[in-house]
Nanobody, 119 residues
């Protein structure tokens, strides 16, 4: 069992930045970030593979968000720049063995951190 704890959410204005963190209680090769806006489904936005550091990004965030990881700290980060109102959502960290942006490949989930973008 892997516990995941997210932090770093908050409220910022359009064009601002936030850096989310997720601390895991153990190592998993794939770490991902998902988000869920009110009334919407949970969507995968970024993922990173341990070792190769290969990354996956959804088109909606590519070029604005950067995922990274520090395996010595069992931590994955999501640097979010040029934030838009449509980025408002609950952001969840996920961990698994296989990797990608689909929910089904992840076995463990955090409880989320809220990001609100105001215009």
């Amino acid at each position: 069992q892997v516990q995941l704890v997210e932090s770093g959410g908050g409220s910022v204005q359009v064009g601002g930045s936030l850096n989310l963190s997720c601390v895991a209680s153990g190592y998993r090769s794939c770490m991902g970030w998902f988000r869920q806006a009110p009334g919407q489904g949970r969507e995968g936005i970024a993922a990173i593979v341990g070792g190769s550091l290969h990354t996956y990004y959804d088109a909606s965030v590519k070029g604005r968000f950067t995922i990274s990881r520090d395996d010595a700290k069992n931590t994955v980060y999501l640097q979010m720049n040029n934030l838009k109102p449509e980025d408002t959502a609950m952001y969840y960290c996920a961990a698994g063995v296989a990797c990608g942006l689909e929910r089904k490949v992840y076995m463990y989930w955090g409880k989320g951190t809220l990001v609100t973008i105001s215009s």
